[in-house]
């Protein structure tokens, strides 16, 4: 059996990290290794990564000596620590179905492919209700190449645009992630980074079914950051720029671009910053006049 190496940064987890790691250590596919990368957590956290330690060998952790670099800077911390042939991420207060691992395991290699992907199920933290937006009869599995699944980016239907986006629900050949760097400057940094994997990767499977679980809390950084830093216009230009000279079809992301320019513009003018709602409007200006 090949080695997956399990990657969780891991900040002030509380009451929910028990339960995230349990349900990695416990999964039906067991030869992992679980990188723990504590970031200067003051709630517990550290006592509760060292416990897991010291109870199982699979398990190794890293105590940040300087924290609050962020998730970017942790995943960073992480990834030269990898042993495995795959790599897999969870956010801390998620959790795993018990056959998540196995089954995009065993995705990979009856697809041959380099990245296997999954959908999800949201936890909503304040009502204690999962929101469910698959259902049995939604199930099925195909195979992309990186052209293709770039044309599902925007795709709302079952979630899948979130699920191209975010860095967890996948499994990664762990060669894929050699000389990708997380930002470690920004609030939500997966709309920087796993759209440069998917293009280091040949063949991507994805199923329609829900393996892993998130959860939804108001102190979730999408519910706590302001809405310019969750769709960066930094992001979608790099990967415009990137597409376009690789020779993918950009309209999708260049109608995206507008759609995050006017909500960048209206956020920039409700909150006063009006020196980058200029630099909006001149963007949105330029592409009035040449029609994109």
């Not at 645009?161 to 470690?184: H, N």
């Not at 293009?199 to 310019?228: D, M, P």
């Amino acid at each position: 059996m090949e080695k997956v190496s399990v990657i969780v940064p891991v900040f002030n987890a509380g009451i929910y990290l028990k339960q995230c790691l349990d349900s990695i250590l416990d999964q039906t596919y067991q030869n992992i290794e679980l990188i723990l990368v504590n970031d200067g957590s003051t709630d517990g956290s550290a006592s509760v990564c060292e416990a897991y330690r010291q109870k199982d060998s699979r398990v190794k952790l890293v105590n940040k000596a300087i924290g609050g670099g962020g998730v970017g800077a942790a995943r960073n911390t992480a990834l030269p620590l990898v042993s495995g042939d795959y790599v897999l991420f969870v956010d801390n207060d998620d959790w795993l179905e018990p056959n998540h691992i196995e089954y995009l395991y065993q995705s990979l290699k009856e697809t041959d492919a380099d990245i296997a992907v999954v959908n999800f199920t949201q936890f909503m933290e304040e009502t204690n209700s999962f929101a469910f937006h698959l259902q049995a009869q939604d199930y099925f599995r195909q195979i992309f190449s990186p052209q293709e699944w770039f044309k599902k980016e925007y795709e709302s239907r079952f979630s899948i645009s979130q699920c191209f986006t975010v860095p967890w629900c996948k499994l990664y050949k762990a060669a894929l992630l050699d000389g990708i760097v997380y930002p470690e400057d920004e609030k939500v940094e997966d709309d920087y980074t796993t759209w440069k994997i998917y293009l280091k990767a040949e063949r991507i499977v994805y199923s329609n079914t829900s393996l892993y679980y998130h959860r939804k809390r108001q102190t979730s950084v999408t519910k706590t950051v302001e809405i310019s830093s969750v769709f960066p216009l930094k992001s979608i230009e790099e990967r415009i720029a990137v597409l376009s000279l690789i020779g993918f079809d950009i309209e999708p992301e260049l109608r995206a671009y507008r759609w995050r320019l006017n909500l960048h513009k209206d956020f920039y003018l409700k909150t006063g910053r009006m020196q980058d709602y200029q630099k909006c409007m001149q963007k949105i200006s330029i592409l009035e006049k040449w029609k994109r």
